[in-house]
DNA sequence: TTCATATTTCCAATAATATGGAAATATTAA
DNA sequence: TTAATATTTCCATATTATTGGAAATATGAA
């Protein structure tokens, strides 16, 4: 991952709409959830859900699908773990104790 | 870590000059570095450095101390850490959605 | 069709961040 | 002392981010 990249997936998260926007396609998986149900859920306005949806996915955190009327998010899990090995090997001096998922590519990556 | 620590240190990362100078903190390990070391090395008016030190600082990301008319600075290992819990916690932790956590079951380094 | 619902885009106002010169402050050396 | 160096604060300016109403677009339902 290249630092500006790290840049933007930080800054698009740096926000406490997209953090919670973040968390909730999260916990929804897979499987995950349309624009107007997280509209609901965190009490945003359209507009400035689709603002925030759209910064999440230009960072490459989350990715839409069309399924009939609704506009269904996910979480980019992928990149999450990218981030997160990021910052873990840049910030964290490498060392993590907690996350397996996290600490093994990044072992597997080596020197960067 | 709450929300708002999350959101708050987030965006002491999410910018360019922040990111480079908190990886030289990073490097530099406990020995810290003179923010006139960091100002030279980044090519940032002492000014600007200034400010981007304050906003690490008070992420909790860096810490300063005196040293004869010299400032330090050192990252704050820990909490750069519990970022990385809380973005692993709730960006890719306890679920199984991603194919390295389910395939690693705690094999190689001293887990947790 | 025509209507209802879902989401995005447009846009302008507002708010928050970033920049860096110049002055102020802090510390040491002479 | 006085001078020199290191860093921060002050402050005006510039840039970027956020907000949300209203209009536009997209899709399915009647």
């Known amino acids: 991952m290249k ?11 740096a926000h406490e709409s997209r953090l919670a926007i973040y968390r909730l396609l999260v916990a929804a998986g897979h499987e995950g959830l349309a624009a107007g149900v997280i509209a609901e859920r965190l009490h945003l306005p359209p507009a400035t859900l689709s603002f925030h949806l759209k910064e999440l996915s230009h960072a490459g955190l989350a990715i839409s699908r069309q399924e009939g009327r609704y506009v269904i998010y996910t979480a980019n899990f992928g990149n999450a773990l990218k981030l997160v090995n990021y910052l873990t090997e840049n910030c964290c001096g490498g060392n993590s104790y907690l996350p397996e998922c996290a600490a093994v590519p990044a072992a597997a990556e080596t020197a960067n």
Do not use: S
């Not at 630092?3 to 998260?13: F, I, M, Q, R, S």
């Open 3 to 13: 630092n500006k990249d790290a840049v933007t997936a930080l800054g698009a998260l």
